[in-house]
């Protein structure tokens, strides 16, 4: 191979291996990016925000790198303990191969459990006030042209009206294939429920919903939180698979950071390509939005 070649490829090899290189280092002790694309933690979370997550935020275990599955090691560096209330990426314990997020709601020793839809930790219920309406919106995207209108309630793009004016309240609004929508009874749909303030013991406030206080997991045993391990939650309280289920109590190990920001959101109304859509797709006011 001709000098000048060779030089041209070492140049090609170099400049792919050490952009890989600086990525992985970025990824695994900086910045993590994930995207969302389940409901389990609206109304802080929706389907179709894009996230950063601090690597740093806890300490480094083998799943903060890549090929963490390989369990090359146990425990963590450079450990700090989390707080109540932290929105928290960890590794399915269950099931490695995927990454979750939710709220942290018990730590070692605690001991969890809801009663009638009411959260209770060590025995004492948990405060939540300043009931309001909150609309959980899942369309099909043939709706997306023509729009949902129902009673005194019109969606269309990232909008949703009420009298015709601005819905008092808050909501989400996400655009599924109608494949999906058909295939799914009950998979779409316009869902009505209640947004409530949380208060959790250590005085952090956040949101949650709830569609009733009679669900699947309104009623369970009480959960003992133990060593060496969490219990999470997600603020979708009767659409979450957490602890209260298939997830159980999470490793210390397999948490991987603190949720920041969310630096893009969108609710897949459109293509990214059909920019002249941009407007009902991308929810402008999240792009930024802090996470507590």
Not at 117 to 124: D, T
Not at 152 to 172: C, F, H, Q, R
Not at 180 to 194: H, I, P, R
Not at 258 to 270: E, G, I, L, Q, T
Request: aromatic letters at 16%; charged letters at 20%.
């Amino acid at each position: 191979m001709p000098a000048k070649n060779k030089n041209v490829a070492r140049e090609w090899f170099n400049t792919i291996f050490y952009g890989a290189l600086i990525a992985i280092v970025f990824r695994s002790f900086l910045l993590e990016p994930f995207n969302i694309p389940s409901g389990s933690m609206i109304p802080t979370l929706h389907v179709g925000d894009h996230i950063f997550v601090e690597k740093w935020a806890y300490g480094y275990s083998r799943y903060s790198f890549p090929f963490g599955s390989w369990k090359l090691w146990n425990g963590r560096f450079w450990a700090t303990e989390p707080e109540i209330g932290d929105v928290i990426v960890f590794r399915n314990p269950i099931n490695e191969s995927q990454d979750y997020v939710k709220r942290l709601i018990g730590k070692p020793g605690d001991k969890i459990q809801m009663i009638n839809g009411r959260l209770h930790i060590n025995g004492v219920q948990v405060e939540r006030k300043d009931p309001r309406p909150y609309v959980i919106a899942t369309l099909p995207k043939s709706m997306r042209s023509v729009g949902y209108y129902k009673d005194n309630m019109s969606i269309k793009g990232n909008k949703l009206w009420v009298d015709n004016e601005p819905a008092p309240y808050n909501y989400t609004i996400e655009y599924k294939s109608d494949n999906l929508c058909n295939m799914y009874n009950g998979a779409c749909g316009v869902f009505m429920g209640t947004e409530y303030t949380e208060v959790l013991p250590n005085g952090v406030e956040h949101s949650i919903i709830e569609m009733t206080d009679d669900a699947h997991f309104d009623n369970t045993q009480t959960f003992t939180v133990p060593e060496n391990h969490f219990f999470f939650m997600g603020d979708n309280r009767d659409n979450s698979s957490d602890s209260r289920g298939d997830v159980s109590f999470v490793p210390r190990d397999n948490v991987l950071g603190k949720v920041w920001f969310v630096w893009y959101s969108h609710n897949y109304y459109a293509p990214m390509m059909s920019v002249w859509s941009w407007n009902n797709k991308m929810r402008w006011g999240r792009f930024g939005m802090g996470i507590k």
